[in-house]
């Protein structure tokens, strides 16, 4: 059953963002439930900093008063035991205090000192109430103050109560709406991301073999999609050439198999005066052309080697003695230098038989009787040498072309020849050149590396 991206990734996101609410919760929680202390404190630093803020001097710098905003100011007035705040001189004493007590907070059976009482915090007993303390020192015109703050425990419980209720019920409600609107804008982002590639498959899967020029188009497709649409488009390109090619090449082959053909039903027709010379050369010369149509056929296609450590050497003196009957009859001495260590090379043994048998038959036809082919064999390379009138420049970019055939051939051969073994090197990762310039004749090279 096959999935979809676009529900996959939302899943996916929306599991993530679920995972990361509950984590943030949960520890939002602990905090409350198992931090107080520190929510606490943290709480009574921000009012130092508020009060700290507020401090009013008068023209003699002394400290006047403190104006505290409405809501502070409501705490204080309204909850003169549970909430209190004091301002202290650098002695101890008490310059302003929110209950209106003249002496400072301090641990009962002690004394208040100013200096070791200093951002420290304590926890005391005041009217059958808890109250937890924090003494802060702070610099104003260069005077040093000292500013306690207290709360009492039931009004930080009180508080801590209804703020971490009031907290994860508006937490819960902010996640669910963040998912759901999270899925929701994914979900729209990536249908209308994926549109084109939608518009893309859609113009694929109305590409035929006759309309195999048709092209996918880039336009507004997001760029991360870009890669694949060309590379189907590329993936295209190759396919249309090779169908053109094979096209021609059927046409081509239908063209070659038609004149001997059609010389042999003329020669049939007539009766009784059919030369049965001219018509074995011609059903030869078809045979030829049809084993040549099954090598390419064979070598066209990689599935058909089987590569393997063969030694290069004995497959050339294979090729070379397989055409020697060739040679004589044409008078044409093939001379073989060759080491005699073996030479390993991994190829497919029979394809390599092909291509060397193909390229001294080559030059066995083009080298003039009396001449020599000359076959050349090191780790590197294989060499073949004709001595025949060379290769004109004109036709270097011929000499691989299917049924191309060069003007002083001796023979009547398909065409196919060099072409079988353009394919053999392809296959195997060589490199066929030629050397024109030999003077006389023509090299023909297969470079192993």
Same mark, same amino acid.
């Given at each position: 059953?096959?999935?979809?991206? =676009?529900?996959? %990734?939302?899943?996916?996101?929306?599991?993530?963002?679920?995972?990361?609410?509950?984590?943030?919760?949960?520890?939002?929680?602990?905090?409350?439930?198992?931090?107080?202390?520190?929510?606490?404190?943290?709480?009574?630093?921000?009012?130092?900093?508020?009060?700290?803020?507020?401090?009013?001097?008068?023209?003699?710098?002394?400290? =006047? !008063?403190?104006?505290?905003?409405?809501?502070?100011?409501?705490?204080?007035?309204?909850?003169?035991?549970?909430?209190?705040?004091?301002?202290?001189?650098?002695?101890?004493? $008490?310059?302003?205090?929110?209950?209106?007590?003249?002496?400072?907070?301090?641990?009962?059976?002690?004394?208040?000192?100013?200096?070791?009482?200093?951002?420290?915090?304590?926890?005391?007993?005041?009217?059958?109430?808890?109250?937890?303390?924090?003494?802060?020192?702070?610099?104003?015109?260069?005077?040093?103050?000292?500013?306690?703050?207290?709360?009492?425990?039931?009004?930080?419980?009180?508080?801590?109560?209804?703020?971490?209720?009031?907290?994860?019920?508006?937490?819960?409600?902010?996640?669910?709406?963040?998912?759901?609107?999270?899925?929701?804008?994914?979900?729209?982002?990536?249908?209308?991301?994926?549109?084109?590639?939608?518009?893309?498959?859609?113009?694929?899967?109305?590409?035929?073999?006759? =309309?195999?020029?048709?092209?996918?188009?880039?336009?507004? $497709?997001?760029?991360?999609?870009?890669?694949?649409?060309?590379?189907?488009?590329?993936?295209?390109?190759?396919?249309?050439?090779?169908?053109?090619?094979?096209?021609?090449?059927?046409?081509?082959?239908?063209?070659?198999?038609?004149?001997?053909?059609?010389?042999?039903?003329?020669?049939?027709?007539?009766?009784?005066? &059919?030369?049965?010379?001219? %018509?074995?050369?011609?059903?030869?010369?078809?045979?030829?052309?049809?084993?040549?149509?099954?090598?390419?056929?064979?070598?066209?296609?990689?599935?058909?080697?089987?590569?393997?450590?063969?030694?290069?050497?004995?497959?050339?003196?294979?090729?070379?003695?397989?055409?020697?009957?060739?040679?004589?009859?044409?008078?044409?001495?093939?001379?073989?230098?060759?080491?005699?260590?073996?030479?390993?090379?991994?190829?497919?043994?029979? &394809?390599?038989?092909?291509?060397?048998?193909?390229?001294?038959?080559?030059?066995?036809?083009?080298?003039?009787?009396?001449?020599?082919?000359?076959?050349? $064999?090191? =780790? !590197?390379?294989?060499?073949?040498?004709?001595?025949?009138?060379?290769?004109?420049?004109?036709?270097?970019?011929? %000499?691989?072309?299917?049924?191309?055939?060069?003007?002083?051939?001796?023979?009547?051969?398909?065409?196919?020849?060099?072409?079988?073994?353009?394919?053999?090197?392809?296959?195997?990762?060589?490199?066929?050149?030629?050397?024109?310039?030999?003077?006389?004749?023509?090299?023909?090279?297969?470079?192993?590396?």
């Amino acid at each position: 059953m096959r999935y979809s991206l =676009s529900k996959k %990734l939302i899943v996916s996101a929306a599991a993530t963002l679920v995972v990361i609410a509950l984590v943030v919760s949960a520890g939002l929680a602990a905090v409350f439930q198992w931090g107080p202390e520190l929510l606490l404190k943290r709480e009574m630093l921000r009012h130092v900093d508020k009060i700290q803020e507020r401090m009013r001097f008068d023209a003699s710098g002394k400290l =006047s !008063g403190v104006d505290l905003n409405s809501k502070m100011r409501l705490l204080y007035e309204a909850l003169k035991e549970d909430s209190i705040y004091r301002i202290l001189d650098d002695k101890g004493a $008490v310059l302003i205090a929110s209950d209106g007590a003249s002496i400072p907070l301090f641990a009962k059976d002690t004394r208040f000192d100013p200096k070791t009482a200093a951002d420290t915090s304590l926890v005391l007993r005041r009217s059958g109430l808890t109250l937890y303390v924090f003494t802060q020192a702070v610099s104003v015109n260069d005077k040093t103050y000292y500013i306690q703050v207290a709360r009492s425990e039931r009004m930080h419980q009180a508080i801590m109560g209804s703020d971490s209720a009031s907290f994860m019920m508006a937490a819960g409600v902010a996640v669910i709406i963040a998912i759901l609107v999270f899925t929701f804008v994914v979900w729209g982002t990536f249908n209308r991301a994926l549109r084109p590639l939608r518009v893309a498959s859609d113009a694929a899967s109305r590409i035929e073999f006759n =309309s195999l020029d048709s092209r996918l188009s880039t336009v507004d $497709v997001p760029k991360e999609l870009v890669p694949l649409i060309d590379a189907f488009n590329k993936a295209l390109d190759r396919l249309e050439l090779g169908y053109r090619l094979q096209q021609e090449f059927l046409a081509t082959v239908a063209h070659e198999l038609k004149t001997p053909l059609a010389l042999i039903r003329g020669q049939i027709e007539l009766d009784g005066t &059919a030369d049965r010379q001219l %018509l074995l050369k011609d059903v030869d010369r078809m045979a030829r052309q049809v084993h040549q149509l099954l090598h390419l056929a064979e070598v066209s296609d990689r599935k058909n080697f089987m590569f393997e450590q063969v030694d290069a050497g004995e497959v050339v003196v294979s090729a070379v003695e397989h055409l020697g009957r060739l040679a004589d009859r044409l008078n044409v001495s093939v001379v073989l230098n060759s080491p005699a260590q073996k030479i390993p090379l991994m190829a497919d043994s029979g &394809a390599l038989f092909v291509l060397v048998k193909n390229l001294l038959e080559n030059a066995i036809h083009h080298s003039p009787a009396g001449s020599s082919a000359i076959v050349t $064999v090191t =780790s !590197g390379h294989i060499a073949v040498r004709d001595h025949g009138e060379g290769v004109a420049a004109d036709n270097v970019a011929l %000499l691989f072309k299917r049924f191309w055939r060069g003007a002083n051939r001796r023979d009547e051969g398909a065409g196919l020849g060099l072409s079988i073994c353009k394919e053999i090197s392809l296959v195997h990762g060589w490199r066929l050149v030629v050397m024109r310039d030999q003077r006389p004749g023509a090299e023909f090279i297969v470079v192993f590396s």
